[in-house]
């Protein structure tokens, strides 16, 4: 258990996908290797690369227990937090492959710009719309508040848009993650118009793009089940909301 | 040659967390208003608290909110402001209410009120028993208090300078007074300059954990703001008290709630005794942090800590079963999986405590005004949150009460800062108002000692871990205080790498340092100065408080180089100071 006990440390490959918007006409690919121990994170060897070898090295990361959403990242092809993603838990006989997620436009190294993924979150509204003035708290069962419970736990990291061969082929494509977003606030108990989020998903690039294929739920640090609030949004846009 | 931008706004908020976001929301619709963040808004720390929020809302048992201001004033150990406790306390209610109407989906009793959950140190009239007044969300009360927050700044249109890094106040003189002006930015995606000319600026910058090695904080956690206003000539109250918190991952510092105690886990250590039934014999587990952490602290020095060497002891969670560990603790339970590869439903989790919360600040009003010493107010600043010292924490916070802090008084702090630049003229800007900045970032940019930033700071780090932690001497801090002016030293000759201008997170980590080095000093001086036991700061040499001598808040002052100390009262209305026994 890392600093617990008495652990050997291992040579680590990391290739990572540089770009320097200032002096690179085209990403390439560069090779740090690293001393590791089986419990460190991605995020440990990236900062060790940046501490002991490469300053210039680039990538956005805060909290660094997977609560931030800022180190989303594609490890060995799949989009995962790099501060989540244990060393042992990756197949270090090879080198780790470390890249920007696809689809946001590259800004540098491991950095995209997040300006479309919050453009797109926030044209679904996502935010509580009632005209009731309750006195105290509205009320609410506890049936009714886990009925939307798994889609409260998003932290906008982007792993599951940009996991989305719909969001890397049509980038008008609202995404995984606002449609979370919308779903959050359509099956909550207290919200008023669920049908407007409703009527901006049942457009052309709305729900219906969506092909089903999971990326989007097997990239999800939280554990969200994105592609079955996709569904729920997509029977909602049919039948009605059913809470 | 830099690029330096010119924007004019009514109020200029720094910080996109809690209270940051909490004073937009009062600000934005009436004046206009600007939030600043070196960061996005929801990666800010405020989203990694977990165990909730306290208002003496009553809804599961009896309950008043002035029980809850004498626990806030115990809990610090009598160093707390009374009349700014009782408004913390007294504003609680709607705070929390505040929240739930803006959206947030609190946890629920059986008939649909907000639920709520036993905390540390808040009890039943007056330490009679553990009392139920945590409002939660699982354990990421946090978490949906941040996406609320950033949920109604989009619904109201809230202006946002995200990754823009100020570093630099502006204050100028307005019928001899210093006033504030605005704030100056460096942005992170362009390496430009932004002067932020403004009537009213807000600080809601967060702590400075980072000083040491084993923390919960983010690393963003620099006190980036709190270093500011020192440099400015801004006092900083009670920096000597810093909170760790009992229950950290061991080795790793990553929080683990305090509301799994509030559920019932209990700390044991080796041999599996429950050793808070010694320290605390009537709340036991859910004694302050301050208590327990030293009680672990002690129980590994005396040879009963747990695992291979001893060094950590153990939260037993397994007699809560899946089912409470799944629904109301289900974060921690992950991170304990994902980071230790221990399952806390059938084993107990190795912890000790990890540095977490910053009760000392920069001193405010209980109206969010920021001071320039006891009692004279710099027109058009504000500060709230964990920046800040009102002081509602005194000397060792009560969990549940910081998520409640940076609504209470981010709330207030929008709300004055508003009303402060409907009445008042946009101050003329200093000259060259953007020049130490402009010179900071050039220095910086190219740094080509042989100094390394990395390791100035983990020295720093491992330094304040190991004399300034949660038991200090005057020797443990004597040797802090030389090692962090060394360090200082070496960092006038650091190098860096990048030289670019395009995220430069290699000079931004540069910057950051300076603010750590700068604030771990204070601490330290301040640290040594306090020489008797109190809250969180706690002096083998000086075992027992000592209110004769030290029952103020320590106020200190950057004179050039060196650090000069004063004293500022403790407010006291209707709690005089006991023995604090639990």
């Known amino acids: ?243 | 040659m830099t690029t330096v931008h010119h924007h004019e706004y009514d109020v200029v908020i720094v910080g996109a967390g809690g209270a940051g976001m909490r004073a937009a929301i009062e600000s934005a619709p009436n004046v206009k208003t600007a939030v600043i963040s070196k960061l996005y808004p929801t990666r800010s720390h405020t989203g990694a608290a977990q165990g909730g929020m306290a208002a003496a809302l009553a809804n599961v048992e009896e309950d008043s909110w002035e029980w809850h201001t004498f626990d806030t004033v115990k809990g610090g150990d009598y160093l707390v402001d009374q009349d700014a406790a009782e408004i913390l306390a007294r504003e609680a209610i709607d705070a929390v209410l505040d929240l739930e109407n803006m959206g947030l989906p609190f946890n629920r009793t059986p008939d649909g009120k907000i639920d709520q959950r036993r905390f540390g140190g808040h009890t039943r009239d007056h330490g009679k028993a553990p009392v139920r007044r945590s409002c939660y969300a699982a354990d990421r009360t946090g978490h949906m208090i941040l996406q609320t927050l950033f949920q109604n700044c989009v619904k109201l249109g809230v202006e946002f300078y995200n990754e823009f890094y100020v570093l630099d106040l502006l204050l100028t003189d307005v019928k001899g007074k210093s006033t504030a002006a605005g704030v100056v930015a460096y942005e992170l995606s362009t390496g430009d300059i932004h002067v932020f000319n403004a009537t009213s600026v807000i600080f809601a910058t967060g702590g400075f954990g980072k000083m040491y090695k084993t923390t919960s904080n983010a690393h963003t956690l620099t006190g980036d703001g709190v270093g500011i206003a020192w440099r400015k000539g801004i006092p900083l109250e009670d920096m000597e008290f810093f909170q760790f918190h009992p229950t950290g991952l061991a080795g790793l510092g990553i929080l683990l709630t305090e509301g799994a105690r509030g559920e019932g886990a209990i700390l044991r250590n080796a041999s599996g005794v429950r050793f808070m039934e010694r320290y605390a014999p009537t709340i036991k587990d859910l004694a302050p942090r301050d208590i327990i952490s030293r009680c672990m602290v002690q129980e590994v020095a005396e040879g009963r800590g747990a695992g291979p060497n001893k060094d950590y002891v153990l939260l037993d969670c397994t007699h809560l079963g899946a089912e409470v560990l799944e629904t109301k603790l289900p974060d921690i339970t992950e991170f304990a999986r994902t980071y230790l590869g221990v399952d806390p439903v059938v084993e107990p989790v190795p912890v000790m405590p990890t540095a977490h919360y910053a009760m000392g600040g920069i001193p405010t009003t209980v109206n969010a005004e920021v001071l320039l010493d006891n009692t004279t107010v710099i027109p058009g600043l504000y500060a709230a949150g964990e920046c800040a010292c009102v002081s509602v924490h005194g000397s060792n916070r009560l969990g549940t009460n910081s998520l409640l802090d940076i609504n209470v008084f981010g709330k207030r702090a929008g709300k004055n800062a508003a009303a402060y630049a409907k009445k008042a003229k946009l101050p003329a800007l200093p000259k060259a108002a953007e020049q130490f900045v402009v010179d900071l970032i050039d220095s910086a940019r190219t740094a080509n000692g042989k100094e390394s930033v990395a390791s100035i700071r983990k020295e720093l780090q491992v330094e304040m871990d190991r004399n300034a932690q949660v038991f200090r001497t005057e020797k443990s801090l004597g040797h802090a205080q030389k090692v962090i002016h060394d360090l200082r030293v070496r960092y006038a000759k650091i190098g860096i790498h990048d030289r670019g201008q395009r995220f430069n997170t290699d000079l931004l980590e540069a910057v950051e340092l300076g603010f750590l080095l700068d604030l771990a000093e204070v601490v330290v001086v301040s640290a040594r100065n306090r020489k008797e036991s109190r809250g969180g700061h706690m002096r083998d040499d000086f075992p027992d408080r000592d209110d004769k001598g030290y029952m103020q808040h320590t106020m200190a002052y950057k004179k050039g180089d060196d650090i000069a100390l004063g004293w500022k009262p403790v407010v006291i209305t209707n709690y005089p100071p006991m023995e604090r026994k639990y």
């Open chain 1, 1 to 243: 258990m890392g600093e617990l006990g008495v652990v050997d440390s291992f040579t680590v490959t990391f290739i990572v996908r540089r770009f320097n918007p200032e002096t690179d006409s085209e990403p390439h690919w560069q090779d740090f290797d690293v001393e590791m121990y089986s419990t460190d994170r991605v995020l440990d060897g990236l900062h060790k690369i940046k501490w002991d070898q490469d300053g210039s090295l680039s990538f956005r990361r805060s909290c660094a227990h997977g609560i931030c959403g800022s180190d989303a990242m594609r490890i060995n092809g799949r989009n995962r937090l790099a501060c989540k993603t244990l060393i042992k838990d990756l197949d270090i006989s090879k080198p780790v492959y470390v890249e920007a997620i696809k689809g946001l436009p590259l800004e540098k190294d491991l950095i995209v710009d997040m300006e479309p993924f919050f453009a797109a979150y926030r044209e679904v509204q996502p935010f509580l719309q009632t005209s009731a003035k309750p006195k105290k708290e509205h009320l609410q069962s506890v049936e009714q508040r886990e009925r939307f419970d798994d889609t409260t736990k998003c932290i906008l990291c982007a792993a599951c848009t940009t996991s989305c061969p719909v969001f890397w082929t049509d980038g008008q494509y609202f995404g995984p993650a606002a449609i979370v977003a919308a779903h959050r606030f359509i099956f909550d108990s207290r919200d008023e118009e669920a049908q407007v989020r409703l009527d901006i998903l049942n457009s052309k690039e709305g729900v219906w793009r969506c092909r089903t294929t999971f990326n989007c739920s097997e990239a999800c640090p939280r554990g969200i089940e994105v592609t079955k609030a996709i569904s729920e949004v997509k029977q909602a846009a049919i039948r009605g909301v059913r809470r």
